[in-house]
């Protein structure tokens, strides 16, 4: 299976994504992408991106694939707890640690952070040098949910101030989720430069 065969759901998290941002390059490059929608992205809150998420799931006519980013992660793993509607696979970008110390008021709602294994194949992409989300907080994060995981060195949060563009390497990672949850096998876990 390729990308073709799923339906893309771009899941922001706080504060949106920018038009930088490679989740916004990535909407622009596939039209037929559903962007979830939360009204306030500045206040977040967990009952309404899970209604959210499950309302952008609705739309889809084929599986879904969902790409989350920082809070949109912890958003997805919570959708999973609460059993919601079926995701095909997930690619995890950079998820946010809630409940670090110091975390803002607004993202507080969101903690504790769902540990259980997740009920379908995904990625989980983190930065060495993240300052929401230590590596070894990823890699914890991975083995809770039981994702692969995948280090991409140095790259800060992963979004539109990484400098990423349209993240090709991010694309290739989607499409080995799409190869996965098709049944080609796991992702092997590891670092890409």
Known sequence: ??????????????????AEH?????????PDTVRVAHGNWDTPELPRWLDGLDAALAACRKPALVVAHSLGCVTVAHH???????????????????????????????????????????ILVASDDDP?????????????????LVRIGKAGHINAASGLGDWAQGRVLLELLARTVG???????????
């Open 80 to 122: 999973a707890r609460r059993g919601g509607r079926p995701i095909a696979g997930a690619l995890l970008v950079a998820p946010a640690d809630v409940e670090r110390s110091g975390v803002p008021a607004a993202l507080a709602g969101f903690a504790p952070i769902p540990a259980a294994a997740l009920p379908f194949p995904a």
């Open 22 to 30: 490679w989740q916004s390059r990535w909407q622009q490059a596939w």
């Open 183 to 193: 049944g080609a096998g796991p992702v092997r876990s590891g670092k890409i430069r």
């Open 132 to 148: 929401y989300c230590p590596l070894d907080r990823a890699e914890a994060l991975a083995g809770a949910w039981r994702t692969d």
């Open 1 to 18: 299976m390729s990308i073709a065969d799923f339906d893309i759901v771009i899941q922001p998290g706080w504060q949106d994504s920018s």
